[in-house]
């Protein structure tokens, strides 16, 4: 995983990556989510929730995802002085 400087990365799960033009996703991939503004955290709860009940519908608790919050909008620009930093 990357190092970042304002932001600590899940010490869990494992990027996903291309090999010989082919998607390979761990057991455990972390996937990167910006939360939003206004009612994007009431949207993003429940659709995380859905996309978590998916994944153990699909295959139970052999594969899940290992969520990574990167920052834009308010939260960005109350945390970093910026709207869309770099990392985002």
Same mark, same amino acid.
């Given at each position: 995983?990357?190092?970042?400087? %304002?932001? !600590?990365? #899940? /010490?869990?799960?494992?990027?996903?990556?291309?090999?010989?033009?082919?998607?390979?996703?761990?057991?455990?991939?972390?996937?990167?989510?910006?939360?939003? %503004?206004? !009612?994007? #955290? /009431?949207i993003w709860a429940a659709a995380q929730h859905v996309f978590d009940?998916?994944?153990?519908?699909?295959?139970?608790?052999?594969?899940?995802?290992?969520?990574?919050?990167?920052?834009?909008?308010?939260?960005?620009?109350?945390?970093?002085?910026?709207?869309?930093?770099?990392?985002?």
């Amino acid at each position: 995983m990357s190092a970042y400087k %304002d932001l !600590t990365p #899940p /010490d869990e799960g494992r990027s996903i990556t291309m090999e010989q033009g082919r998607l390979n996703v761990p057991d455990r991939p972390v996937i990167p989510f910006i939360e939003g %503004d206004g !009612t994007g #955290p /009431d949207i993003w709860a429940a659709a995380q929730h859905v996309f978590d009940h998916a994944v153990r519908y699909a295959y139970g608790n052999t594969r899940q995802i290992v969520w990574f919050e990167v920052f834009a909008g308010e939260k960005a620009k109350n945390k970093f002085d910026e709207w869309l930093p770099n990392l985002s």
